[in-house]
T-cell receptor, first 117, second 115 residues
Framework: DARVTQTPRHKVTEMGQEVTMRCQPI?????VFWYRQTMMQGLELLAYFRNRAPLDDSGMPKDRFSAEMPDATLATLKIQPSEPRDSAVYFC???????????????FGEGSRLTVL | GDSVTQMEGPVTLSEEAFLTINCTYT??????LFWYVQYPGEGLQLLLKATKADDKGSNKGFEATYRKETTSFHLEKGSVQVSDSAVYFC??????????????FGQGTILTVHP
């Protein structure tokens, strides 16, 4: 059963620490997204990649966030240094635009819940 | 830019009641439209989709019709169950240019169904 896998599921850290979240997209999907979910802002797009190249990271605070795809099976989102306002659930999603009748459907992981104290 | 506006929540219903969650959109291109559902502690799952005007998406008793003239994609279910309690997100994917595949979400509507 193909699915997007995210680690860690839960992370509690102290302000100033580095946090790295990892995502394994569905094999063969060429587009990967990072979303952040909070009660106040809802779902926000942070960054996305197509064929491992970053297409848009305008949603990320550039001074502390970075997103990469070292290879086709791994996407990472790093926060350094972390701040309490970064507390949220971070979702990774993958898709393959152009298939499934050009519907643009995305498949989501279960999320990484980050708490920064 | 693209945007999605959903009915304000939360919505609280009794079991077997009729459900409508309104969704309207603004898009520069000709988008695909989606409803995603998020159960407590889980990620988002696709509930249904529609790719062109007048298409009706349906799944698990939920339906939504792509209305281009009113730029709407309202979610309906004739008889809700307690197990339908979740957060529902309307979303669009603009199929043009480099943004292709990117989902723009509404703010989400919390649905609680009581026995």
């Amino acid at each position: 059963d193909a699915r997007v896998t995210q680690t860690p599921r839960h992370k509690v850290t102290e302000m100033g620490q580095e946090v790295t979240m990892r995502c394994q997209p569905i094999l063969g999907h060429n587009t990967v997204f990072w979303y952040r979910q909070t009660m106040m802002q809802g779902l926000e797009l942070l960054a996305y990649f197509r064929n491992r190249a970053p297409l848009d990271d305008s949603g990320m605070p550039k001074d502390r966030f970075s997103a990469e795809m070292p290879d086709a099976t791994l996407a990472t989102l790093k926060i350094q240094p972390s701040e309490p306002r970064d507390s949220a659930v971070y979702f990774c999603a993958s898709g393959l635009p152009g298939t499934s009748g050009l519907t643009g459907e995305l498949f989501f992981g279960e999320g990484s819940r980050l708490t920064v104290l | 830019g693209d945007s999605v506006t959903q009915m304000e929540g939360p919505v609280t219903l009794s079991e077997e009641a009729f459900l409508t969650i309104n969704c309207t959109y603004t898009a520069t291109g000709y988008p695909s439209l989606f409803w995603y559902v998020q159960y407590p502690g889980e990620g988002l799952q696709l509930l249904l989709k529609a790719t062109k005007a007048d298409d009706k998406g349906s799944n698990k008793g939920f339906e939504a019709t792509y209305r281009k003239e009113t730029t709407s994609f309202h979610l309906e279910k004739g008889s809700v169950q307690v197990s339908d309690s979740a957060v529902y997100f309307c979303a669009l994917s603009d199929r043009g240019g480099t943004s292709y595949g990117k989902l723009t979400f509404g703010q989400g509507t919390i649905l609680t169904v009581h026995p």
